[in-house]
């Protein structure tokens, strides 16, 4: 959409003073940009002509070249850029769409809140610690004490960095938006104040608790639940106990990691228990019932007669809680045939397995080597 006039799409009057051009393109931009407007493509091109508007008008140096007629053309190409495109440091003529909170961040008037340090509303980040904790916790669950060092909102200055008794000013150089625009005419960027280092404040006299930091480094301990059935390396989320957030923002999460020690009995098997155990060989050619560990103590399980190694004998439901509170996994016995060395019997074993070699006459591998000779 073509745009004329640049003081008409920002509602000011031509002789408005930059203070009243910045103001009115702040609120402009805050009411159409994207973020407040999803899916509102009538909003997208109203912005779009915001910011172009801005561009030339809120640049001192090129409002001036605008006003002599200069810029008029290009301007009304609805891109700003478009006569340059060879040297466009924006890549073809693109619109940036700033951050909404980047538009909100650099004015600490708008809200009416001059004298604050950070008007940039921003919630705080998420942390993360880990815990160990044993096998059995993580079969029945537990109640561990994270500590977790974290920045705080400094008590002294409430956040803002100045000396009790002080307040931060306003940066004279960007005059607390933050930024400044480097370079010539249409191929300025902007970038964060020098001076102020984008805050948009200058604090004389710094807090001495923080440096003129506004926050704190502290130590806080939370105790954590720790859902029964928890697998090794979840990660379990504590709302709300992550950092503070900047301004009134909300403050992170705080995310625990949870290590489990291994079991020598239980192996983890998704959301079931493995346990090898092992059977004597007449255990595995006659059938047993034998007594095998569960979470609780233990149980007898039959071992059919002819059992495999490898062979897995299930006790439903008897394993961990799901992760998802929906009921149990299985305990999965692995059968392990136990194959004694000859050389390490007692002669009296040793008699008995030459006594069954003499009966156990038929050759096992006899359908393998006529198959192997067909084929
Ligand atoms: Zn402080
Ligand atoms: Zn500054």
Redesign the pocket.
């Known amino acids: 959409m073509p745009v004329s006039d640049p003081y008409k799409v920002l509602g000011v009057a031509k002789n408005a003073s930059e203070g009243e051009i910045k103001k009115a393109y702040r609120k402009l931009a805050r009411e159409w940009h994207p973020d407040q407007n999803a899916g509102n493509a009538d909003a997208e091109e109203k912005f779009k002509e915001i910011q172009e508007a801005y561009d030339v008008v809120g640049d001192p140096k090129r409002r001036k070249e605008f006003d002599s007629g200069g810029l008029g053309g290009m301007f009304a190409n609805g891109n700003p850029f478009g006569a340059a495109k060879g040297a466009n440091p924006f890549g073809g003529g693109g619109v940036r769409f700033e951050n909404l909170s980047d538009i909100l961040g650099g004015v600490g008037n708008m809200f009416g809140g001059s004298g604050r340090s950070r008007t940039r509303v921003e919630r705080g980040r998420d942390l993360e610690a880990s815990v160990a904790i044993g096998f059995d916790q993580s079969i029945k669950g537990t109640e561990v004490s994270v500590s977790v060092p974290r920045r705080e909102t400094?008590?002294?200055?409430?956040?803002?960095?100045?000396a009790p008794g002080t307040s931060p000013e306003t940066c004279p150089r960007c005059e607390g938006s933050g930024m400044e625009s480097v370079g010539q005419g249409m191929f300025s960027i902007s970038q964060p104040c020098q001076q102020c280092g984008g805050r948009g404040v200058i604090v004389e006299k710094?807090?001495?608790?923080?440096?003129?930091?506004?926050?704190?480094a502290r130590t806080r301990k939370f105790r954590v639940k720790i859902p029964a059935g928890v697998r090794e390396g979840a990660r379990i989320r504590v709302a709300g106990k992550g950092e503070a957030g900047e301004s009134g923002g909300a403050p992170g999460d705080l995310y625990v990691i949870v290590h489990v020690a291994e079991s020598p009995v239980f192996t983890r098997r998704g959301d079931n228990l493995e346990v090898a155990v092992p059977v004597t060989i007449t255990e595995a050619i006659l059938g047993a019932t034998i007594e095998v560990p569960t979470l609780e103590g233990s149980k007898q399980i039959k071992v059919p007669a002819g059992t495999k190694p490898g062979t897995i004998i299930r006790l439903k439901g008897e394993g961990p809680a799901h992760a998802k509170g929906t009921g149990n996994g299985d305990l999965r016995y692995r059968i392990d045939v136990l194959v004694p060395n000859a050389n390490e019997l007692a002669k009296e074993q040793r008699d008995a397995v030459e006594d069954l070699a003499t009966v156990l006459t038929e050759n096992p591998r006899a359908d393998l080597l006529s198959q192997s000779r067909r084929s």
Do not use: L
């Not at 400094?154 to 100045?162: P, Q």
């Not at 710094?206 to 704190?216: A, E, L, M």
């Open positions: 400094c008590d002294t200055c409430h956040g803002n960095g100045a710094p807090c001495p608790r923080c440096k003129g930091d506004g926050s704190v």
